[in-house]
């Protein structure tokens, strides 16, 4: 057999041959991982939106600029209903003092008028923004909800603001009125009374707010049978476990000792409930 000289020139040319023909296949594995990691980022972002029913999946980034801009627009909203308040304020005030007669208010310091004055009006502003901030904050959390759970959000926003001026309403009209008599008649031949305004206001915002809340009941129940976590059946067998914790609310809302007010809140509490109650049956039907 002939022997077969190899020079150097075809060495050097035989192993740029060899590291090219390895470059090229660690170039093709990584390109077939990268194809792969591709296909499954895209399988999760489709099974993603088939879930929720959204176009295209968020990143953090985009989370963190729309919650920026929904802030500043709930700021927005706030602000506008304050300097819209201001023009009114005083005639809620008035509004606010009707039910205590013919006390005398006072204040103890040169301050405190200008404080009740933009607390009642930041009150008002807030009351005022509440569908918009709800607004807000449903379109915020939607994208990750189900779509049976963004059906709840309708009631919640339009509902809630709606149920909170009605237990306010009720407070006012049904409940300030025997309570305030209950403490002046103590003081009637005896002294004069004197009520400090900043007191007196925040009381009656403090049961202004409690009624409201307690009368997002119906709201609140009907987001949980929405959610399947109770049903009207559930309500019907707990109606005992309802009574003690209605009388237990009334109790710690009412600031008088009179059994009046409490059976009061107790009966607008029962009734809420069952008109829940109702409402579920018929959302079956």
Known sequence: MDNV????????????????????????AITTVDDSADGIAGAQSVSLDEGDGHGHTMTVVEHLDELRTRLLRSIAYVFVAFVTALFFTKDVLRFLEAPAGGITFQALSLEEPLIVFFKVAFYLSLIAASPLLLFEISRFVSPGLTRKERKVLAPLVVGGPILFVCGALFAYYFLLPPMLHFFSSFGQGVTPINQRLDFYISLVSSILLYMGLCFQMPIIIFALAMAGVVTSGMLIKVWRFAIFGTALVACVITPDPTAFSMLLVMAALNGLYILSIIMLKLARK
């Open 5 to 28: 000289h190899i020079t150097d020139e075809q060495s050097l040319e035989v192993s740029r041959l060899t590291d090219g023909d390895k470059n090229e296949r660690d170039f093709q």
